[in-house]
């Protein structure tokens, strides 16, 4: 089955400070990104991993919440952790146009 790698990393960035790191590995060789209903399911599965991740998160130096900055950051990562030609079929089943 094909798992996207740790998003680990990403999460580090987007909490900058955080105590301990956290993973999420995210399945998607069930799913066929090249059409909505697949795209669909991998965005679920990537809410759920980021909302997770970004539990608690918070700006540098303050009790500010930076859990959307850090959500959004977890799905740009999982979706560059795709392979190439699974990105290229995921954006087009999104409707997204690449420049």
């Known amino acids: ?15 900058a400070g955080a105590a301990s ?7 998607f060789g069930d799913l ?3 059409t909505s209903t697949g ?4 965005d679920q599965r990537v809410d759920g991993a980021a909302r997770g991740l970004c539990r608690g998160a918070r700006r540098p130096g303050s009790n ?10 977890v799905r740009r990562e999982a979706v560059r952790q795709l392979p190439p ?4 079929d995921y954006a087009a089943s999104r409707g997204a146009t690449a420049y």
């Open 1 to 15: 089955m094909k798992t996207l790698a740790s998003l680990t990393a990403v999460l580090l960035l987007a909490s």
């Open 21 to 27: 790191a956290q993973e999420a590995r995210i399945t």
């Open 32 to 34: 066929n990104l090249a």
């Open 39 to 42: 795209a669909a399911a991998f």
């Open 64 to 73: 500010i919440s930076d859990r959307t900055v850090c959500e959004a950051a």
């Open 85 to 88: 030609a699974v990105q290229v």
